[in-house]
Every structure is written in structure tokens, then in C-alpha cells.
């Protein structure tokens, strides 16, 4: 099958989906859209290359890496995650990257990239009157970033980073842009991006890939942005089974949905549908080597 669409950050693999995992796939293969499911931890990360294996002729991919929220003890709203198994689900006691485990994952077929992986300070708000324990918070979640920065080099795949300023800033985006700078050798993708303007002009000027997902359908915050990147710099997402897109606002989201997202970007930048399709499809293909 050669997909029309690819959702390059998507989890059926998740809680939130529990005993349906292969009828959403099956949904998201007829509906013309290949996927690649993306770990968090070391349970998810086993469980999407699991996932990935039962597919050896179809566009189901994984992604393995430890999310830099579960290097500590989490600081997640479950209302923000849409309630439910889903969002207590994302909860960690805190893990410590164990690198042979992560690389030996990484080495896997139908592994396309590392991840997801990289900075989350927008949870330091429940503890900003404690100074010492962000800066701990911090140093924990770039350690476990540089070690996969590190598997990425070796298996040579790309980066799927997961970055999150805190509040409206771009702090954690530029200490990101500074841990990746002597690193050029290394492909890297932003997923969920949500940075200023001008942190977008220095990521392309970096040669950064970027991932939109439903939050365009509903919000204009990104329309300036998703302008200005080129189109062979785009990728899709859904980030399912959150934050589903317009019209499914309120649902549980899928790969499926993916479809909605090619379409607002057609219209933020005045092309079709089948414009935007084709082109972020022979983007992941190009960055993921599928």
C-alpha cells in the first residue's frame, strides 16, 4: 500500500485505545493513511515496534525514545488530555534512560526514528516557588535527551523531538536549539510545534522539519507560521488519541482524522488538498527513509 496521507506522531498503541488498536489502523489504512506510532517510556516505545511488526507489508511504523516529562515524577492535567484512562495513562514514576535497551529498539526494521524526546518545561509552573528542584527537573530531562541524541547518531535516525516552552516563551526551544547546534549530521523533527515566528525562522534556518497536528483547525495562533515554512518542511500528525481536529473536536483522536489537518494547511497556504498530501507524504518518506 502506498499512502496517500502519513501521520508521523500517533499513539494506538496508548491506553486510550485499549482492545481497539487494530480496527483504528485498519481505519486509518483504508482511509489511505500510513502511521507511525511514537513511545514514551520504555513499555510504549516496546509496544509500538510490537504494534509495527504485525504489519511487515503495510505503512505501520515506530518510534522508541523516553518523553522528557517521564525523567521525573509528571506534572500532567488530566483535563488538558482530555480525562479519562488516557490521560492517567501519561503519568511516570520517573525513568532513567537505559541506553541499551532504547538502541537496541532503535535497531529495529521497522524503527524510523528516536523519539519522542527532548525538553518540557511548560509542567515547572507547579513548581516555580522551588528553584532547586527545576533546575533538577531540568538536568534530567537533557540528560536522557543528549543519551538519545546519541542512539539517533548511531542507528542514524532522525530526532522526533517533543519541545515545550513554558507558558508563552520560547525558553525551551532555544536551549533545545543550543543542545542540538553541534549536531548537524542529525535530522530532526518538531513535533506539536507551537514556537514564536522568530523561533521558526531560526529553526529553518537549522534545517529543522516541523509536525502540525489538530490544534490548527481550532486556533489561528500558527497560521504565520505554517506561512512561512515551505512546504518541504511539513510534516502531518494527529498526536492521537489527543486533541482531535475540527470536526472531531471533543473526541477521541485517530489516525484517520489526519486528513482534516492536510486540508486547514491547504487552506493556510492557499494550495489543494492533494498538493499538501502529496508533498509532507514524500517528506516523511524522504526523513524516515520509508
Same mark, same amino acid.
Given at each position: ?21 487494530? !480496527? ?9 493513511? +500510513? /502511521?507511525?506510532?511514537?513511545? %514514551? #517510556?520504555?513499555?510504549?516505545? =516496546? ?59 532503535? !535497531? ?9 524526546? +527532548? /525538553?518540557?518545561?511548560?509542567? %515547572? #509552573?507547579?513548581?516555580?516557588? =522551588? ?160
Amino acid at each position: 500500500m502506498q499512502p496517500k496521507y502519513i501521520d508521523c506522531h500517533t499513539h494506538t498503541h496508548f491506553a486510550g485505545f485499549t482492545g481497539e488498536t487494530q !480496527k483504528v489502523i485498519a481505519r486509518a489504512l483504508a482511509a489511505g493513511v +500510513g /502511521l507511525i506510532n511514537v513511545g %514514551t #517510556q520504555r513499555d510504549t516505545s =516496546k509496544g509500538a515496534v510490537e504494534v509495527a511488526k504485525k504489519y511487515p507489508n503495510q505503512p505501520v511504523y515506530a518510534a522508541v525514545g523516553l518523553h522528557p516529562t517521564h525523567t521525573s515524577k509528571s506534572y500532567h492535567d488530566e483535563v488538558e488530555l482530555g480525562g479519562g484512562a488516557a490521560a492517567k495513562a501519561f503519568t511516570s514514576r520517573g525513568e532513567e534512560l537505559d541506553y541499551e535497551f532504547y538502541l537496541q529498539l532503535a !535497531k529495529e526494521e521497522k524503527v524510523v526514528a528516536i523519539g519522542e524526546c +527532548g /525538553l518540557d518545561y511548560y509542567y %515547572t #509552573q507547579e513548581i516555580q516557588d =522551588k528553584p532547586e528542584e527545576i533546575q533538577e527537573y531540568k538536568e534530567k530531562q537533557i540528560l536522557a535527551f543528549q543519551k538519545q541524541i546519541q542512539i539517533a547518531k548511531e542507528v542514524k535516525k532522525p530526532l522526533m523531538i517533543h519541545c515545550r516552552p513554558y507558558r508563552k516563551t520560547d525558553d525551551a526551544y532555544e536551549d533545545l536549539l543550543n543542545l542540538l547546534a553541534s549536531e548537524p549530521t542529525v535530522q530532526k523533527v518538531l513535533h506539536f510545534y507551537v514556537g514564536s515566528l522568530s523561533m521558526t525562522k531560526k529553526f529553518l534556518e537549522a534545517d529543522y522539519y516541523f509536525e502540525f497536528g489538530g490544534v490548527i483547525t481550532f486556533t489561528k495562533d500558527y497560521d504565520e507560521q505554517i506561512k512561512l515554512i515551505p512546504l518541504d518542511r511539513i510534516l502531518l500528525e494527529t498526536d492521537a488519541p489527543y486533541v482531535a481536529p475540527v470536526p472531531y473536536r471533543g473526541q477521541r483522536n485517530e489516525p484517520a482524522y489526519v486528513v482534516e489537518v492536510a486540508k486547514k494547511i491547504a487552506q493556510i497556504k492557499g494550495l489543494t488538498e492533494e498538493e499538501v498530501a502529496a508533498a509532507t507524504t514524500k517528506n516523511a518518506q524522504r526523513l524516515f527513509q520509508i
